[in-house]
C-alpha cells in the first residue's frame, strides 16, 4: 500500500473542501406554497395576512404577472412564497396555520417569478 505524504494528504484536503463547496445542491432552495388541503377561505385569509404584512401584491391584480392563472391557490402560493422569502426562510414563515408547505422546486411559469 502506498503512502501519501503530509503536504500531498494536506493538499488532497483542501482541494476537496474547496470543491465540495463549489457543488450546486439541488435542494438549496426551498419555496414555500399553499397546501392543496387548503380551504378557499384560509388562502384568502393567507392573501390578506400576506398583503398586510409588507407583501408586494400588485403581481396577482389583474393585469399582474402572477394573476393568471386566477386561483386562489396560486395566489396565496405566491403570497405566501414571498412573506416566506422575506422573514427569514424559516419553518414559522412557511406556516401559515398549518397552509403551507415547502417545495423543492421552482414554481415559477411564465412572467410569474417566485423570489
Known amino acids: 500500500m502506498a503512502k501519501i505524504s503530509s503536504p ?43 398583503c398586510s404584512q409588507g407583501v408586494d401584491c400588485r403581481p396577482i391584480r389583474p393585469g399582474g404577472s402572477c394573476f393568471i392563472p386566477n386561483t386562489l391557490v396560486n395566489h396565496a402560493s405566491f403570497v405566501m412564497n414571498s412573506y416566506y422569502q422575506n422573514h427569514g426562510r424559516t419553518n414559522q414563515a412557511c406556516s401559515f396555520k398549518n397552509t403551507g408547505t415547502f417545495a423543492a422546486t421552482d414554481p415559477s411559469f411564465g412572467k410569474c417569478v417566485y423570489a
Open 8 to 50: 500531498l494528504a494536506l493538499l488532497f484536503i483542501i482541494l476537496s473542501s474547496i470543491m465540495i463547496n463549489h457543488f450546486h445542491v439541488a435542494s438549496s432552495k426551498t419555496w414555500c406554497v399553499a397546501t392543496l388541503t387548503a380551504t378557499n377561505a384560509q388562502l384568502q385569509a393567507n392573501i390578506n395576512f400576506g
